[in-house]
């Protein structure tokens, strides 16, 4: 499988501000939030199609998500929207700030169509599972 | 139906507008929203009380009043347990009280954390609930504009109102931020499409600089795209040409220097310039850093011109947990009160670094939904130990939460008085609109409870206020 290296950035869309005020738990955060932006070009690389299922991971860990395609030029920038699945790529190293890097992180992004985007429940579950 | 059945559902208003409501979403606390309450009569369906319409609403604020009672609405508060928290008991109040007290009062090192989406009198109780507890209090703006405020605290800020940029700024500059998808109004209200007393739509020249183009980038003046974590250097390079150097390279942080050139006579050569910033400075590396030459950029203009810097901030009352917190214990965010007296000293106090560590014992969410919110290494071990949530809605949170308390939502249902801090630190009185749900208190009192029932375990005489 081919795989590509994007600087990754998290950040707020429209869609997932109503999403969180519409419900956490709802299906339109879930949507919103389990999907990494990705240049047409960068897709056309790893040879994937908008709606495509990739593994996103960066030196803190990995998070399995959709693959959609950015409206806006951005070759070699991801872009997903803050929340839980977001937040398993962010390491906890604040730099003595309190602020976690949330921002240009390096990722690697792989198609692995075998594998399917968690829910909430699965998400913490695994969680549980990983805690030592 | 008869036709007296008909005639008497169209003489019967169907609904009651409130005007000038406050919008409890985002930093820009918009005071122009019409609500509409359904009344009792002709819908059937609709029962009476429910908010059906919200004019002039973003679609997030949209969203927030008319969705305030649907499937993941909380009525009654609740305990839940089992290795996945799914055993759920519904219990009262004051046993839900009881049980979140213990928990504050058996840990060792409690962290109180969020707080930027209820009003100030809240904040109020909750730093109160904090100083009895001997916990940690922290708000959001540890994960949002902390840096940003860090940065005010080591070269300080030039700032106005919102108003002042509406009627007098005719250069502003979005920097790191998207306001389209953040804050939906705040260039219809304040900055791009406002004509203020001194300027007309026209008259103005927005830049937007950011590390991607949005649909925000299209409807500027000019757009600098930047590399991802070179904000820093883009913004040194500008000073150096504000200061009268000439640098001999092509390009800095990916922006040709013939862009820099232009961008900086603008700079220079406006009235009245305003820099507005957002989360791409403070979450991207650099931090603090970012916004410290961010504002030494905004000093070095006023050698030119007239300048101001503001954070768009983002929860509608995070100014406010900064300005009560600051106002009572002289420290903005961060604070620990395990020794008795106030000790701030971010990335050690922080929420965040406090959970990494493994140091945190009891945890408990105001307004605020960690779970979603913070990395995943803070998350997993927040499920290693006792969470409490007090929220209007179910989140990720509750999902992994100990002691769930509801709460009504505050600008829309909360008793009281209610009030809250614009993003440009004006503080304005919000509004009530609906009743809350039957039994559901607001964060204020239901903290008070709290209070009360903390000095109750250990002992304490509770300060008169």
């Known amino acids: ?132 | 139906m008869t036709t007296k059945d008909t005639d008497a559902i169209l003489a019967t208003p169907r609904s009651r507008v409130t005007k000038h409501v406050i919008c409890p979403f985002c930093g820009c606390l918009c005071d122009d929203i019409e609500v509409a309450v359904t009344l009792t009569g002709p819908l059937p369906r609709v029962p009476e009380g429910t908010i059906v319409e919200a004019l002039n609403a973003c679609r997030i604020g949209h969203t927030k009043f008319l969705k305030v009672r649907d499937e993941y609405r909380i009525y009654k508060p609740e305990l839940r347990s089992g290795p996945d928290k799914s055993e759920v008991k519904q219990v009262s109040l004051e046993e839900a009280v009881k049980a979140a007290a213990k928990i504050l009062v058996e840990a060792k090192r409690p962290v109180i954390y969020g707080l930027a989406s209820t009003s100030n009198e809240a904040n109020v109780k909750a730093l109160e609930l904090a100083e009895v507890s001997g916990a940690i209090v922290d708000n959001t703006s540890s994960v949002c504009h902390g840096p940003g405020i860090e940065a005010v605290q080591r070269v300080g800020i030039g700032t106005c109102t919102l108003g002042k940029i509406k009627n007098y700024s005719d250069l502003i500059i979005y920097w790191g931020c998207n306001p389209i998808a953040a804050h939906p109004r705040h260039t219809r209200r304040y900055s791009q499409f406002i004509e203020g007393l001194f300027r007309q739509v026209e008259d103005r020249k927005i830049y937007h600089v950011d590390v991607r183009p949005t649909r925000f980038s299209d409807q500027v003046t000019n757009f600098i795209q930047v590399e991802p974590n070179k904000d820093y250097e883009l913004m040194q390079a500008v000073r150096a040409l504000l200061r009268g150097h000439e640098l001999q390279v092509s390009e800095v942080a990916g922006v040709p220097m013939r862009q820099i050139r232009e961008f900086a006579s603008d700079l220079k050569n406006a009235q009245f310039t305003t820099i507005f910033f957002g989360l791409g400075l403070t979450q991207s590396h650099g931090k603090d850093h970012n916004i410290t030459v961010a504002i030494d950029l905004t000093a070095d203009l006023n050698h030119h011109t007239k300048a101001v810097i503001m954070p768009l901030r983002g929860h509608f009352n995070v100014t406010g947990s900064n300005h009560v917190s600051t106002w009572t214990y002289g420290y903005p965010f961060s604070v620990s009160l395990e020794q008795g007296s106030p000790y701030y000293m971010p990335g050690e106090t922080s929420a965040v670094d406090v959970l990494v560590r493994g140091e945190a014992d009891a945890f408990f969410a105001i307004a605020a939904d960690p779970a979603a919110s913070f990395p995943a290494p803070a998350v997993k071990n927040m499920l290693n130990i006792p969470v409490i949530i007090l929220d209007p809605k179910r989140c990720a949170t509750t999902e992994i939460a100990d002691v769930v308390l509801p709460s009504s939502y505050v600008g829309i249902e909360a008793d009281g008085v209610q009030t809250a801090y614009r993003m440009d630190g004006i503080p304005l009185q919000l509004s009530k609109i609906v009743d809350a749900p039957a039994g559901v208190k607001s964060d204020d009192q239901i903290l008070d409870m709290l209070v009360r029932e903390v000095c109750r375990l250990k002992g304490i005489k509770r300060y008169p206020h």
């Open chain 1, 1 to 132: 499988m081919p795989s590509l290296e994007v600087v990754l950035l998290t950040g707020r869309t429209r869609r997932q501000g109503v999403g969180l005020e519409a419900g956490k738990l709802s299906d339109i955060y879930h949507e919103a939030t389990t999907q990494i932006r990705l240049d047409s070009k960068d897709l056309e690389k790893l040879k994937i199609e908008p709606g495509d299922i990739v593994e996103v991971t960066t030196e803190h860990g990995s998070v399995v998500l959709r693959a959609e395609a950015a409206p806006r030029a951005s070759e070699g920038i991801g872009f997903i929207p803050y929340g839980p699945w977001a937040n398993l790529v962010i390491g906890g190293d604040t730099d003595s700030t309190g602020m976690p890097t949330m921002k240009g992180l390096n990722a690697t992004v792989t198609p692995t169509p075998d594998k399917q985007v968690l829910s909430l429940k699965e998400l913490f579950a695994e969680m549980r599972g990983s805690v030592k």
